[in-house]
């Protein structure tokens, strides 16, 4: 395998292609070949499985998995690093690079396009901290139901708001939204030493196992996320307070009515309501908040 991924290489392929790292998309490249290989290996990625990467950078991750995969697709906003890759990657031939922002690329053609034979999905990335969340749900919301598992490097304070449980100081509508839709786990955290340049935080890579049915059942996902939101829109306000500034002062007697017909005490924060009570929550509401 063309190695870069020695922080020696890495220095010496930036000099050569005079490339001026752009803080702003995110970029910090991955300099351990170790912490690279424990990532496709958290992924499972075996030779059945198509990998859609996001940020490929100088190629470090893509390399590692073009080995182990049937086929690399990556998505890279930066078209500056065409070169570099072009070069690279030109004897490969499982990997297709695609310039493009992921948050404007429509994940379900892509994949459509590339997994034509029922191979097993992969999303696998050392993610842009900047945009970690969108990016995030945009897989989780995207509307296609083959991707199996997201393996992805992000910071380790958003790593521990994906399974916090109500009630933990990290629980948040992010927590929920992970949890509504698969089971996550936190593989490994990862010092800020093997980037370049390092990153401010500390690091960590999660697996997220995508669930076949959502965890709770409900009739409008818009109206439950919208709910959810509006819960947590303050910290600190209790849920009613939260509610009644998202559906308006004039529902506030409705709001209190269904609260109490499912049982949740209107002075509790929205930060200790269960999943499966913001579903019971969701579906008393639609009527009065859609
Ligand atoms: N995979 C490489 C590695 O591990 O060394 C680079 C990872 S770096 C943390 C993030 C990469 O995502 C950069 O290459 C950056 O240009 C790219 N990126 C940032 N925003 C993006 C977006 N919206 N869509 C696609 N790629 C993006």
């Given at each position: 395998?063309?190695?870069?991924?020695?922080?020696?290489?890495?220095?010496?392929?930036?000099?050569?292609?005079?490339?001026?790292?752009?803080?702003?998309?995110?970029?910090?490249?991955?300099?351990?070949?170790?912490?690279?290989?424990?990532?496709?290996?958290?992924?499972?990625?075996?030779?059945?499985?198509?990998?859609?990467?996001?940020?490929?950078?100088?190629?470090?991750?893509?390399?590692?998995?073009?080995?182990?995969?049937?086929?690399?697709?990556?998505?890279?906003?930066?078209?500056?690093?065409?070169?570099?890759?072009?070069?690279?990657?030109?004897?490969?031939?499982?990997?297709?690079?695609?310039?493009?922002?992921?948050?404007?690329?429509?994940?379900?053609?892509?994949?459509?396009?590339?997994?034509?034979?029922?191979?097993?999905?992969?999303?696998?990335?050392?993610?842009?901290?900047?945009?970690?969340?969108?990016?995030?749900m945009?897989?989780l919301e995207?509307k296609?139901s083959?991707?199996?598992?997201?393996?992805?490097?992000?910071?380790?304070?958003?790593?521990?708001?994906?399974?916090?449980?109500?009630?933990?100081?990290?629980?948040?509508s992010?927590s929920i939204a992970v949890q509504y839709s698969s089971?996550?786990?936190?593989?490994?955290?990862?010092?800020?030493?093997?980037?370049?340049?390092?990153?401010?935080?500390?690091?960590?890579?999660?697996?997220?196992?995508l669930l076949k049915q959502k965890k709770v059942k409900v009739n409008d996902e818009d109206f439950f996320f919208r709910v959810i939101r509006a819960a947590f829109?303050?910290?600190?306000?209790?849920?009613?307070?939260?509610l009644?500034?998202?559906?308006?002062?004039?529902?506030?007697?409705?709001?209190?009515?269904r609260?109490?017909q499912i049982?949740i005490?209107?002075?509790?924060?929205g930060?200790?309501l269960t999943i499966e009570e913001y579903a019971k929550l969701s579906e008393v509401l639609l009527p009065i908040g859609k």
């Amino acid at each position: 395998m063309n190695k870069l991924s020695t922080s020696k290489e890495t220095q010496l392929i930036l000099k050569k292609f005079d490339f001026k790292i752009k803080k702003s998309l995110g970029q910090n490249f991955l300099i351990d070949d170790n912490i690279l290989s424990n990532i496709v290996k958290a992924a499972d990625v075996d030779k059945d499985t198509i990998v859609f990467e996001v940020g490929p950078g100088l190629g470090a991750l893509t390399a590692h998995l073009s080995e182990a995969a049937k086929k690399v697709v990556a998505i890279e906003i930066d078209r500056r690093l065409e070169p570099i890759l072009k070069e690279r990657f030109q004897a490969y031939s499982n990997i297709d690079i695609v310039f493009e922002d992921v948050l404007k690329a429509d994940i379900s053609a892509l994949i459509d396009e590339h997994v034509t034979n029922g191979e097993r999905v992969a999303v696998v990335a050392n993610l842009p901290y900047y945009v970690t969340t969108p990016i995030l749900m945009r897989f989780l919301e995207a509307k296609t139901s083959v991707i199996e598992t997201i393996v992805v490097m992000i910071q380790k304070e958003v790593a521990e708001r994906l399974n916090a449980e109500p009630g933990e100081k990290s629980y948040g509508s992010l927590s929920i939204a992970v949890q509504y839709s698969s089971i996550p786990k936190i593989m490994m955290t990862v010092p800020k030493t093997v980037f370049i340049p390092q990153p401010n935080v500390d690091s960590a890579v999660i697996r997220l196992d995508l669930l076949k049915q959502k965890k709770v059942k409900v009739n409008d996902e818009d109206f439950f996320f919208r709910v959810i939101r509006a819960a947590f829109a303050q910290r600190r306000k209790t849920l009613m307070n939260n509610l009644t500034h998202a559906f308006g002062k004039e529902q506030k007697e409705a709001i209190l009515t269904r609260l109490e017909q499912i049982g949740i005490d209107p002075k509790r924060r929205g930060e200790t309501l269960t999943i499966e009570e913001y579903a019971k929550l969701s579906e008393v509401l639609l009527p009065i908040g859609k």
